[in-house]
């Protein structure tokens, strides 16, 4: 059954005067449990697709498409019956840099009294809040803390067992994992990865691939605003066809593997001024003459590809 169905989505942002086109006409589906990685240099879109979703973009944003979450079109339910009804209850995120926005003068236990209190949830608090905290692998001392008590690994924990504590069906994580050492970038993977095995389904937001891979079915690569490849992440990683997918993908180191790796020299274009045709084309090795004027069709197989290779 389709779970989460994106179509066509669209948003734009109106800063100092001109348009910034940070998604242009997206569309992906996910079935119930299934988890995805979305993937891209910052600033592709990649965060304002999380924040589209949960219905929490700036108000200088304007947005357009379909967003069908669980039957539901988000889009067109007014914004007090989603807070009320599916925001954080089905469906919750884990900010990018939450961590910090953790209140340095309240107790974590209070934080979490707080997420309650706002949605109106009238069951016992304190059974709830150990519950959470536990199944983050914290102990309940945690609860007593301030933020500045625990250290980084342990506030991202707080902050996810914050997105979970009214048990949403699905979880939106934003880069995760960045800014923490590898260590404890492990031990949040190990603890994503339980989590999605009890049935959560989790949208990952990340630029790094290889921890994607650990816990997606699914990925889409955006580029400059747009997804340019979709799939099983199994087919796409044994088996990339966009040219920014490949760059992407041989950027990464193997220990197994000895080749060069790569980087991918230029930069995305401008979000103010796009070209005309194909966005990668400044940096496509394959480039084509027809690629300059116009801009690539989807290509559908078992998943798509917007690149002219594939027409
Ligand atoms: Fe490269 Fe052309 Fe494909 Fe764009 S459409 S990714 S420029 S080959």
Redesign the pocket.
Known sequence: MVFLSVNDLDVQYQSQGKKVHAIDHISFSLQEKESIGIAGESGCGKSTLGLAIMKTLQENASVSGEILFDGKSILAIPDPEFTKNIRWKQISMVFQGAMNSLDPVFTIKKQFEEILKKHDFHEDYKQVIESAISSVGLPRSVLDKYPHEISGGMKQRVVIAMALILKPKMVIADEPTTALDVLVQAQIMTLLKNLKKSGLGIMLISHDLGIISEIAEKIGIMYAGQIVEFGLLSDIYKNPK???TFALLNSIPSLNNTTKITSLKGSPPSMTNLPSG?R??DR?P???EK?KKEP?KVMTSSGFVM???YE
């Open positions: 966009h040219p920014y194909c990668f084309y496509c394959q480039a084509m690629c690539p690149c002219w290779l």
